[in-house]
């Protein structure tokens, strides 16, 4: 904080404080006109309701002036009093360090247990689950949901299915959050409008999908194309993260008009690498509750078990 501004911050609790104990002081000494009945005159409802003057009660004072000595030993103590610092020395961010500090050396315990294990085998423990979870929903969440059902409008995969773009292992999906994931789709509006209808319409009855075959036929040669990376069956190739055209899960939705979208425009999708953000324990943590979002019926190894 600068001078300027340490000043003006002091300027404004000298003046809070001090018009507040004036009046503090003031208060229970100022002399009100009295009636001889004990009110101060002032009369609603046609003399029903009067208004009576009574002292301050003892408790109400002893308590505000108990207020105003806790203030200004706080002020003392913290910093609150512009630039001052306190006498105890206390900050925020030393709190806030000293807090995470502590709980970095709870979960340490933990997280050398965890290494021990497998993603897999990890999945299968209600410590990591709860763990990965808060993890999920902190840095996941945003493209994938919460429960991990994925969105179509920016291609982010379900992550509940079994059906996985890039391998759904332990060691794939770990490689996955530390390195990230960056997928092509190249455009192909240059085959003409016609024949990437007619392609839209091949793909459709790869997964049995209700098409026009006389369409579908006509697209099945230009598939040739497209064999290169989704294969001359359309079952996608994990190496390349080319997704299964023969099923019915689609990682930019399903319908003509998206599967004529994605072959005229293209798809490009992105999958940020975690590595700078987690460390490697978390990243196993979290990769151990997406193999468990898939597989929710995995139970916990006996030696896992143990080792609790």
């Known amino acids: 904080m600068s001078t300027g501004w340490s000043l003006w911050v002091m300027f404004l609790i000298v003046l809070n404080l001090g018009i507040t104990?004036?009046?503090?002081?003031?208060?229970?000494?100022?002399?009100?006109?009295?009636?001889?009945?004990?009110?101060?005159?002032?009369?609603?409802?046609?003399?029903?309701?009067?208004?009576?003057?009574?002292?301050?009660?003892?408790?109400?004072?002893?308590?505000?002036?108990?207020?105003?000595?806790?203030?200004?030993v706080y002020l003392a103590l913290y910093p609150g009093f512009g630039n001052h610092k306190g006498i105890l020395g206390w900050t925020a961010?030393?709190?806030?360090?000293?807090?995470?500090?502590?709980?970095?050396?709870?979960?340490?315990?933990?997280?050398?247990?965890?290494?021990?294990?497998?993603?897999?085998?990890?999945?299968?423990?209600?410590?990591?689950?709860?763990?990965?979870?808060?993890?999920?929903?902190?840095?996941?969440?945003?493209?994938?949901?919460?429960?991990?059902?994925?969105?179509?409008?920016?291609?982010?995969?379900?992550?509940?299915?079994?059906?996985?773009?890039?391998?759904?292992?332990?060691?794939?999906?770990?490689?996955?959050?530390?390195?990230?994931?960056?997928?092509?789709?190249?455009?192909?509006?240059?085959?003409?409008?016609?024949?990437?209808?007619?392609?839209?319409?091949?793909?459709?009855?790869?997964?049995?999908?209700?098409?026009?075959?006389a369409m579908a036929a006509a697209g099945q040669p230009l598939f040739a194309t497209c064999a290169a990376c989704h294969g001359p069956e359309g079952k996608g190739n994990q190496a390349l993260g080319a997704p299964n055209l023969t099923d019915t899960i689609w990682l930019h939705g399903g319908t003509v008009a998206d599967i004529e979208r994605t072959i005229g425009g293209g798809r490009q999708g992105a999958m940020p690498a975690w590595s700078s953000r987690l460390t490697e324990d978390q990243m196993r943590v979290l990769a151990a509750y997406v193999y468990h979002l898939a597989h929710?019926?995995?139970?916990?190894?006996p030696d896992a078990q143990a080792a609790r």
């Open 21 to 72: 104990l004036f009046l503090f002081l003031w208060g229970p000494r100022a002399k009100i006109p009295v009636l001889p009945d004990g009110t101060s005159g002032h009369v609603w409802a046609h003399g029903v309701l009067r208004e009576g003057v009574r002292k301050l009660p003892l408790w109400w004072l002893l308590f505000s002036g108990a207020m105003f000595v806790v203030g200004f």
């Open 296 to 301: 929710p019926a995995t139970a916990a190894a």
């Open 93 to 213: 961010h030393g709190e806030l360090a000293r807090d995470v500090a502590a709980n970095d050396a709870k979960l340490d315990e933990l997280l050398v247990r965890f290494r021990q294990y497998p993603v897999e085998q990890l999945a299968g423990d209600p410590s990591v689950i709860q763990m990965g979870k808060q993890l999920f929903l902190d840095n996941c969440e945003a493209c994938h949901g919460r429960e991990g059902r994925g969105n179509t409008l920016l291609g982010a995969p379900n992550l509940t299915d079994h059906d996985w773009l890039y391998g759904g292992d332990g060691k794939a999906i770990l490689t996955s959050i530390q390195n990230g994931r960056a997928g092509v789709m190249p455009p192909w509006a240059s085959l003409g409008e016609q024949n990437v209808k007619n392609l839209a319409q091949y793909v459709l009855s790869l997964s049995g999908a209700p098409h026009d075959a």
